[in-house]
C-alpha cells in the first residue's frame, strides 16, 4: 500500500528559481515527513508536519498539508545546484513509513 | 548525532548463497527497518523490528527474514538468494512511539546477485 505519491517524477530547474514538489497519499496519517537522497546514498530527513498542521517552514523549506484533499507540497525556495537529489515524501502512522516513488530534481547551474 | 551503519556498501553474492546484511545504530533506537529499493519502485518495507526480538512483516517480507538479538543491530538475511533480489537494502531506526518519528537511514548495501 503505498502511501506516498510524489508529482511531478522529474523536475529541472535553473539555480536561484523555486521548485515545487506535490505528495498525495490515501488514508489516514499522524504525520507527513519529506526525505532527500543523494545519488546512490541513504535518506536524509528534511521536515516532518504534523497531521494538525498546515504549514511548516524550515530554512528554505516549506511544506504545507491538507488532510481535508490528502496531499502535501514541498517548496525549495531559491534553489542551488546542491539541491539536485530525489526527494521523498511518506506517510506516517504508527511505527511505520510509507514512501512514495520521488521526485528527481534537477537544479542546473 | 545518530548513526546508522551498515555492514557493507556494495556486496557481490552468486544465486543461491546465503547473504547477511547487517545494520547497527548508536542511539538506542526502539525501531528499526529494513526497506529495498528499486528503479520506478520507490523504497519499500520488508521488515521492521519494534523491540529486541520483536519483529513484524512489511509490505514485501517473502524471502527474507531478519534477527534482533540486541537492541542496537538488525540483521536481514536472504535464506537462498536469487538474481531478483539484486537491489539497493536500506537499513533504518527510529525512536520508539506511538507516532512515527523520522527515520536515519543508513548508508545502504547495493547487492547484486549472479
Known amino acids: 500500500s503505498q502511501q506516498g505519491e510524489e508529482d511531478p517524477q522529474a523536475l529541472s530547474i535553473q539555480e536561484g528559481e523555486n521548485a515545487t514538489m506535490n505528495c498525495s497519499y490515501k488514508?489516514?496519517?499522524?504525520?507527513l515527513q519529506w526525505y532527500r537522497q543523494n545519488s546512490g546514498r541513504g535518506l536524509v530527513h528534511l521536515i516532518l508536519i504534523r497531521s494538525n498542521e498546515r504549514e511548516k517552514h524550515s530554512g528554505r523549506l516549506r511544506v504545507t498539508l491538507d488532510t481535508s484533499k490528502k496531499s502535501s507540497s514541498l517548496l525549495i525556495t531559491a534553489s542551488r545546484a546542491a539541491d539536485t537529489a530525489s526527494y521523498f515524501c511518506?506517510?506516517?502512522?504508527?511505527?511505520?513509513?510509507?514512501f512514495g516513488k520521488g521526485t528527481l530534481l534537477t537544479v542546473n547551474p | 548525532d545518530v548513526k546508522v551503519t551498515q555492514s557493507s556498501r556494495y556486496l557481490v553474492k552468486r544465486t543461491g548463497e546465503k547473504v547477511f546484511l547487517e545494520c547497527v545504530q548508536d542511539m538506542d533506537h526502539e525501531n528499526m527497518f529494513w526497506y529495498r529499493q528499486d528503479p520506478g519502485l520507490g523504497l519499500r518495507l520488508i521488515y521492521f523490528s519494534y523491540d529486541v526480538k520483536m519483529k513484524e512483516k512489511g509490505d514485501i517480507p517473502e524471502g527474507y527474514s531478519v534477527s534482533r538479538e540486541k537492541k542496537e543491530r538488525f540483521s536481514l538475511i536472504l535464506e537462498s538468494a536469487s538474481t531478483n533480489q539484486t537491489s539497493m537494502y536500506l537499513c533504518?531506526?527510529?525512536?520508539?512511539?506511538?507516532?512515527?518519528?523520522?527515520?536515519?537511514f543508513g548508508p545502504g548495501t547495493r547487492l547484486t546477485v549472479t
Open positions: 533504518a531506526s527510529s525512536l520508539s512511539s506511538s507516532w512515527a518519528y523520522e527515520q536515519y
Open positions: 511518506c506517510g506516517g502512522s504508527n511505527y511505520k513509513l510509507t
Open positions: 488514508t489516514s496519517i499522524n504525520n
